[in-house]
């Protein structure tokens, strides 16, 4: 099945500087790709998704790229903000919808003001 | 629009016993998805339902079972608990053939003593 690798598991950073979070799949027929944002204790939240037919993504401080070939994504932050601290999981699926993913194992944000 | 509503938010059971959680989607949203959350193996897939079937399944023995009901509300039943159950239980709601993205719940945190 499925897998996904996600690094790194912490990431301290400063106010203002970017932050970038990496994931790899195993399987090729692998087509949607989203990321969710979890804050302490409260549900997970979508921020950004990629389809497989498309290389990158943005949304105002937030992208993500999305390399077929290599079987990795990313996603970048920029000009990060205390509130952009959260975990953050990666996910993949084959079925191009949110119905079945499988999760990277999370990246623990921290900003520091 | 009401979020996905998970019921009951907190549980404490014995091991041995069993246990059901419920799950009310969006309205509209025809596919109901649920998954474990623990510090150790993260998020995983249990199964998927939709219009009433079990359309996907994880890696989980058979004391985790699910059904739909007519309305796509979802239940979750697990039996012979263990201690390693314990855990967030998430489900999570889409429409796949309007929208992609994957709602989440709150989750249902149990606790196996």
């Known amino acids: 099945g499925e897998n996904v690798e996600q690094h790194p598991s912490t990431l301290s950073v400063q106010e203002g500087d970017s932050a970038v979070i990496k994931c790899t799949y195993s399987d090729s027929a692998s087509n949607y790709f989203p990321w969710y944002k979890q804050e302490l204790g409260k549900r997970p939240q979508l921020i950004i998704d990629i389809r497989s037919n498309v290389g990158e993504k943005k949304d105002q401080r937030i992208a993500v790229t999305l390399n077929k070939t290599a079987k990795h994504f990313s996603l970048h932050i920029t000009e990060t903000q205390p509130e952009d601290s959260a975990v953050y999981f990666c996910?993949?699926?084959?079925?191009?919808?949110?119905?079945?993913?499988?999760f990277g194992g999370g990246t623990r944000l921290m900003v520091k003001p | 629009k009401a979020g996905v509503t998970q019921t009951p938010r907190y549980l404490i059971k014995t091991r041995g016993q069993q246990v059901t959680l419920s799950c009310s989607p969006i309205?509209?949203?025809?596919?109901v998805s649920w998954y474990q959350q623990t510090p150790g193996q993260g998020l995983q897939f249990l199964f998927e339902?939709?219009?009433?079937?079990?359309?996907n399944k994880g890696n989980f023995p058979g004391r985790f079972s699910g059904r739909q009901f007519s309305n796509s509300r979802s239940e979750m039943n697990v039996s012979t608990l263990e201690l390693g159950d314990s855990a967030l239980y998430l489900c999570a709601s889409s429409h796949p053939e309007v929208n992609t993205e994957a709602f989440f719940g709150q989750g249902t945190r149990l606790t196996v003593v």
């Open positions: 339902y939709f219009s009433e079937t079990q359309r």
């Open positions: 996910a993949a699926s084959k079925n191009n919808a949110g119905n079945m993913l499988t």
């Open positions: 309205s509209g949203h025809r596919s």
